[in-house]
């Protein structure tokens, strides 16, 4: 039997909406300017209430370079760490832009869903 919040295959069911958004509000964080994944973080949380381990967005960010949607360089101060800063390409820019018609469906159907049940 499935608990509150979890019912499909093992996973919070409340998270099935954020799955494969995460890379998207990433790059509308770095799309404002360059930073760094600690500020990332930080605005993630702060503007789309997104909560996401660490871990996750550095490896996120890492497969966006690979891919080429970012691009990143070290940022070596005086004080403190070195840190890597990160840039959206033209690249990233073109499919942050694509994806927007996709996300116009997307709420037009979860709508739809939450209308749904709402109604039952």
């Known amino acids: 039997m499935c608990g509150p919040g979890r019912c499909l295959y093992g996973r919070s069911a409340a998270s099935i909406p954020l799955r494969g958004l995460l890379n998207l509000a990433i790059l509308c964080v770095i799309k404002q300017k360059p930073t760094y994944g600690g500020e990332i973080h930080q605005k993630l949380k702060e503007d789309f209430g997104i909560t996401a381990p660490r871990p996750l967005i550095y490896t996120l960010l890492r497969r966006m370079e690979k891919n080429g949607l970012?691009?990143?360089?070290?940022?070596?101060?005086?004080?403190?760490?070195?840190?890597?800063?990160?840039?959206?390409?033209?690249?990233?820019?073109?499919?942050?832009?694509?994806?927007?018609?996709?996300?116009?469906?997307?709420?037009?159907?979860?709508?739809?869903?939450?209308?749904?049940?709402?109604?039952?």
Not at 90 to 95: A, I, N, P, V, Y
Not at 107 to 119: D, H, L, M, Q, T
């Open 70 to 120: 970012v691009a990143s360089t070290w940022d070596i101060r005086e004080s403190g760490p070195a840190r890597r800063i990160y840039t959206i390409t033209e690249e990233g820019l073109e499919f942050l832009n694509s994806s927007v018609e996709g996300l116009k469906n997307a709420v037009k159907v979860i709508r739809a869903i939450v209308r749904a049940v709402e109604e039952a």
